[in-house]
């Protein structure tokens, strides 16, 4: 059956005599301007609220503090996280940002192993630095989906190893998206793809003025932080509640192809 034929026989199971010879004409373009304009009137309050609502409609846990009080906050999701299954290890993007919420000071305190996530543990030259620090955060033998993978998990990195053994990732998003409860993590330097995609949990902090109504402005917001567009990190990870996955029949499994549990702490 060539081209032809094959667009006649969609033609006529549209009742159509024969396919279009001319596209049908497009009359709106990209997001209808009424919507536009609804999402740009909302003020910070509302984006706030609309991001909650999205995200505890996918399950997503939630708690808003003062910035002032960022790690006690953090302290309290992870003590709800510890309610939804085992928790003993933690990789945490290792940022200023991060590190001045006190996520390091509060894994501590929760009696919880931290792994930080750092660009110059994952080279040849860092490794030999970080071997020693990593090896004494248990990389020596392999959790469960290591041990699935026999010899090629001792080829990692030892970060990677620790990473694989960890039950909750901390990141810090770039932008969050209210309109569909998303978080936008730009995956790069100290803040790798593996922390937001390897552990069973993820817990994100963020500023409340990091929320936007839709999902246009997350984009011109990270184009305009990045002047020169060659130095985007390769990765935007945007992640929008627990990992769902669903074979053709729909039968839905949560947790296959990243985090199962996701809680945000919101900093106004």
Known sequence: MNQQQFLTQIAARLGRAKPLQLPPAVELGGVPDSYRERMSRLDREE????????????????????????????AASIAELKEHGV???????????????????????????????????????????????????GTSEPGEAGALAGAKWQARSPLLRAVERCQLGIVAPAAVIANTGTLAVL??????????LMPGMLLAVFPADRIVARMGEAFERLRASHGDLAKLPSSLNLITGPSRSADIENDLTIGIHGPGIVSAVILT
């Open 87 to 137: 928790l003993e290890r933690a990789v945490y993007a290792n940022t200023p940002e991060l590190q001045s919420y006190g996520v390091p000071r509060v894994l501590n305190e929760q009696r919880l192993i931290g792994v930080p996530w750092s660009e110059s543990a994952n080279g040849p030259e860092g490794e030999d630095a970080w071997k020693a620090a990593l090896e004494r955060l």
């Open 47 to 74: 984006c706030v609220q609309l991001f909650m609502d999205s995200w505890t409609a996918l399950t997503g846990l939630v708690r808003m503090a003062p910035a002032a009080q960022a790690a006690e906050a953090i």
């Open 187 to 196: 995956s790069a330097g100290a803040q790798g793809r593996s922390v937001s």
